[in-house]
C-alpha cells in the first residue's frame, strides 16, 4: 500500500509567500477563475486514481470458498490479501508525483487545496470491509495522520476502533476500556498492533457481521490479550480469521459464537480462529499461532482450524462445546498443544492430511472422540485423559500413523480403534483398549 504521508503536503511553496513586485502578473492570474478551475482539477483526478485504488479491494472476505471444516475435510482457503496484484500502488504513486508537478507550476494555494482534497476523501467509497480499511489507512497516510512510530492509545466503547487503528504504525498498543465495543462490519488489522483489554469478562469486541469479526491481513506480530471477542447473530462467519503470512497471539482471551449453517460448504465460517493458507503452500515456517491461558467455545465448526504450514504453540486453554472439533490441524500443519481442557466438543483434536503436531498432557470431557486422525497425518499424543467420549477414545483412519503413549480412558465402549492401513504405534503406559476397525 501506498505509504507516503502526502507528498503532496511537503511540497515546495506557500499560498502566503510574496511572489514579490516583478510577479504580480503571475499572482493575478493564479487568482483567477481559469486557475482555480486548474487547481481543482488536479484535486479530482487525484481524488479519481484513489477511487481506483481503493475498488481494487472490493472483494468479499471468502474469495475462494471450499469444503467445511470438519475432521473429515481439509479446507485452505485464503481472504484477499494486501499483498496480491490488487495491491499494485503504481498508478497511485503516479497520481500522486503528477499531482505534486501540476500544484508546483500552476502555484496552486496547498492550504485550499488540502482542505478540499481531505473533505473528497472523505466521500471516496468503499465496497467491503477489506476495501474499507484500505481507504482508512490510506486517508490516515494522505492528510499527515499515520503515525510513524509505534504507541498507545485508549479507545472507549463509543470510538470508532477501525479509524484509530487505521492511523498507528506497526508495533502499537490499543488499550480498549472495559464495557462492550460494538463492530458494524469486521475489523481488518493491516498492520501488526495488540489489542488489550481490561479482562475477558470486563472487555468485549462484538459484532454481528458476516465473514469474520476479526481479519488480520499482516505478517507482523498481532495480539490480543485480556479481552473477549464474540460473534453474535445467525451471519456465517468465524471470530478471528489470520490471513497466510499471519502472526497472532492470543493471551487471556475468550473467543466464541462463529457460526455456519448447517449443511454450509463456505470453508470459512463457524471457527473461532481460522488461520488461512494458499493453496499449495506448504513451507514451514516458524510458530504462526500462540494461544495461552484462553477459552475457545461454542463455534459450530471449528475452536481453532490451522491449514497449510501454519504451526501452532496452545498452553493451559480450554476447548468447550464446539460443534466439529476443538482444535483441527489440516494440510501440513504442525506444533502443539499441551496442559489444555477438551470439553463436549464434537472431536477434541482432529488431525487431517499431513499435519504432525504433539498433542500432550491433556484432558478430554464428553464429546465424541477425544482425538481423531486421517489421511497420512502423524500426531504424537502423549498423557491423554479421556472421559465419557461417545464414540471412542481415539480413531487412527486411513493411513494414519504417530504414537501414542500414557493414554487413560474412562466410561468408555471403545478406547483407541485403528483402521486396517492405519499404523500408529502404540508406545508405554496405555491403559485404553485398542480395537481394529473396519
Same mark, same amino acid.
Given at each position: 500500500?501506498?505509504?507516503?504521508? %502526502? ?16 510577479s504580480?502578473? +503571475? ?41 467445511s ?23 497511485l504513486?503516479? +497520481? ?25 476523501? *472523505?466521500?471516496v ?11 482508512l ?30 492511523? %498507528? ?21 493491516l ?6 483489554g ?71 465460517s ?10 499449495? *503452500? ?15 467455545? *461454542? ?10 504450514a ?39 483434536v ?14 478430554? *470431557? ?41 493414554a ?31
Amino acid at each position: 500500500m501506498v505509504a507516503a504521508v %502526502l507528498a503532496l503536503a511537503a511540497c515546495s511553496g506557500s499560498s502566503g509567500a510574496d511572489p514579490g513586485p516583478g510577479s504580480r502578473q +503571475s499572482q493575478d492570474a493564479t487568482s483567477s477563475a481559469d486557475a482555480q478551475r486548474a487547481c481543482g482539477a488536479v484535486t479530482t483526478r487525484l481524488l479519481a486514481s484513489v477511487q481506483r485504488y481503493v475498488d481494487r479491494y472490493g472483494a468479499t472476505l471468502s474469495r475462494n470458498p471450499t469444503s467445511s471444516a470438519s475432521p473429515s475435510t481439509s479446507p485452505s482457503s485464503a481472504p484477499p490479501s494486501t499483498s496480491s496484484g490488487a495491491g499494485d500502488d503504481a498508478e497511485l504513486r503516479s +497520481s500522486l508525483q503528477q499531482a505534486q508537478k501540476e500544484l508546483d507550476s500552476k502555484n496552486c494555494d496547498l492550504a485550499a487545496f488540502r482542505t478540499s482534497f481531505a473533505a473528497g476523501l *472523505d466521500k471516496v467509497t468503499a465496497n467491503g470491509p477489506l476495501a474499507r480499511a484500505v481507504l482508512l489507512r490510506l486517508t490516515a497516510s494522505m492528510t499527515g495522520r499515520l503515525a510513524s512510530s509505534p504507541k498507545t492509545i485508549t479507545v472507549t466503547p463509543s470510538g470508532d476502533l477501525a479509524r484509530e487503528v487505521a492511523a %498507528l504504525a506497526p508495533g502499537s498498543t490499543v488499550t480498549l476500556r472495559a464495557g462492550r465495543h460494538v463492530l458494524r462490519q469486521p475489523l481488518v488489522l493491516l498492520a501488526g498492533i495488540t489489542l488489550r483489554g481490561v479482562g475477558r469478562e470486563r472487555t468485549t469486541l462484538s459484532s454481528r457481521a458476516a465473514g469474520a469479526l476479526i481479519l488480520v491481513l499482516s505478517d507482523q506480530r498481532t495480539e490480543l490479550r485480556d479481552l473477549a471477542v464474540r460473534h453474535t447473530g445467525r451471519r456465517p462467519a468465524s471470530v478471528l480469521v489470520g490471513g497466510p503470512g499471519s502472526s497472532i497471539v492470543l493471551t487471556g482471551a475468550r473467543l466464541s459464537g462463529g457460526f455456519a449453517r448447517k449443511g454450509s460448504s463456505d470453508g470459512q465460517s463457524g471457527m473461532g480462529v481460522l488461520m488461512t493458507a494458499r493453496a499449495g *503452500d506448504n513451507t514451514a515456517r516458524g510458530t504462526t499461532l500462540q494461544v495461552t491461558r484462553t477459552q475457545v467455545s *461454542d463455534n459450530t465448526a471449528a475452536g481453532l482450524l490451522l491449514t497449510g504450514a501454519h504451526r501452532a504453540s496452545v498452553r493451559s486453554t480450554t476447548f468447550r462445546t464446539n460443534g466439529q472439533c476443538g482444535v483441527c490441524f489440516a494440510g501440513k500443519s504442525s506444533g502443539g498443544v499441551q496442559r489444555s481442557t477438551f470439553e463436549n466438543n464434537g472431536v477434541g483434536v482432529a488431525v487431517l492430511d499431513q499435519a504432525n503436531p504433539t498433542v500432550a498432557d491433556n484432558d478430554f *470431557d464428553g464429546g465424541q472422540v477425544a482425538v481423531q486422525v486421517s489421511g497420512r497425518a502423524a500426531p504424537t499424543v502423549r498423557k491423554a485423559r479421556i472421559d465419557s467420549p461417545s464414540r471412542a477414545g481415539m480413531i487412527f483412519g486411513d493411513r494414519s500413523s504417530g504414537r501414542v503413549d500414557g493414554a487413560r480412558c474412562q466410561n468408555i465402549t471403545y478406547g483407541i480403534v485403528v483402521s486396517p492401513q492405519a499404523l500408529p504405534f502404540i508406545g508405554r503406559g496405555n491403559k485404553c483398549p485398542i480395537s481394529i476397525g473396519r
